[in-house]
C-alpha cells in the first residue's frame, strides 16, 4: 500500500520561530510536492523537486525553503514563521507527470 | 499566469439529483487530472485526461477534456451521500512541468 507521511497533524508555533515540516513516502518516487491549502484558493505549489539535491520554485515560495538529502524525504521549513503562513500544509509525490499521491497534511497555526 | 479556474465555488444538491463542476485554464494543457478530497481527508486521483476532446467514464462520474485542451468538466450522476467532498481539476500547461489546481468545487449532498 502506498503511502505518503508527514511528521505532524496539528502544529502550532510562535511568530519567529523556525519550523520543519517533514516528508516521506516509500514509492521511491523522483517527484515530490509541497502545497499549502486556504479556503477558496485552492491548492497552491510552493516549491518542488524532481530529483535528490534538486528543488524549483512553485507559485508562492516566498517565505519557505526546502531540502532533498534523500530521495524518499522532502523537507519544507518556515525561516522565520510569520501569522499569515497559518494554512494547511500538504506533501504530495509522483513519477513523472502521472498521478500524485497526497499525505494527511499538517494543520499549522501561527500565533 | 497560469490560472485554472473551477466553477461553481459551491453546489448543494438533493440526494439523487446530478452534479457538474467546471475547469477553465488561461492557457492549453497537456493532460489534465481529476482530484477528490472528502472533509478533513487530503486529495485523492481519480482520473487522468491526455486526449482533445476524451471522454472516460467511472460508474456514474463522467470526465471530459474539450477539444482545444483549456477546459473540462466533471459529471456526476444520481449523486449519493458519499459523492460529498472537494473535486479539484489540475492540469499541465505545455512546456511546463508545474501541476496547476483548480480552486476546487464543494459538493454538499442534502439527503
Known amino acids: 500500500d502506498v503511502k505518503v507521511t508527514q511528521s505532524s497533524r496539528y502544529l502550532v508555533k510562535r511568530t519567529g520561530e523556525k519550523v520543519f515540516l517533514e516528508c516521506v513516502q516509500d514509492?521511491?518516487?523522483?517527484?515530490m510536492f509541497w502545497y499549502r491549502q486556504d479556503p477558496g484558493l485552492g491548492l497552491r505549489l510552493i516549491y518542488f523537486s524532481y530529483d535528490v539535491k534538486m528543488k524549483e520554485k512553485g507559485d508562492i515560495p516566498e517565505g519557505y525553503s526546502v531540502s532533498r538529502e534523500k530521495k524518499e524525504r522532502f523537507s519544507l521549513i518556515l525561516e522565520s514563521a510569520s501569522t499569515n503562513q497559518t494554512s494547511m500544509y500538504l506533501c504530495a509525490s509522483s513519477l513523472r507527470k502521472l498521478e500524485q499521491f497526497f499525505g494527511p497534511g499538517t494543520r499549522l497555526t501561527v500565533l | 499566469g497560469q490560472q485554472v479556474m473551477q466553477i461553481p465555488q459551491y453546489q448543494h444538491v438533493q440526494e439523487g439529483e446530478d452534479f457538474t463542476t467546471y475547469c477553465n485554464s488561461s492557457t492549453t494543457l497537456s493532460n489534465i487530472q481529476w482530484y477528490k478530497q472528502r472533509p478533513g481527508g487530503h486529495p485523492v486521483f481519480l482520473i487522468q485526461l491526455v486526449k482533445s476532446g476524451e471522454v472516460k467514464k467511472q460508474k456514474r462520474l463522467t470526465f471530459q477534456f474539450g477539444e482545444a485542451k483549456k477546459n473540462s468538466s466533471l459529471h456526476i450522476t444520481a449523486t449519493q451521500t458519499t459523492d460529498v467532498g472537494t473535486y479539484f481539476c489540475?492540469?499541465?500547461?505545455?512546456?511546463?512541468?508545474?501541476?496547476?489546481f483548480g480552486t476546487g468545487t464543494r459538493l454538499t449532498i442534502i439527503p
Open positions: 489540475a492540469g499541465f500547461p505545455f512546456g511546463n512541468e508545474k501541476l496547476t
Open positions: 514509492m521511491d518516487h523522483e517527484n
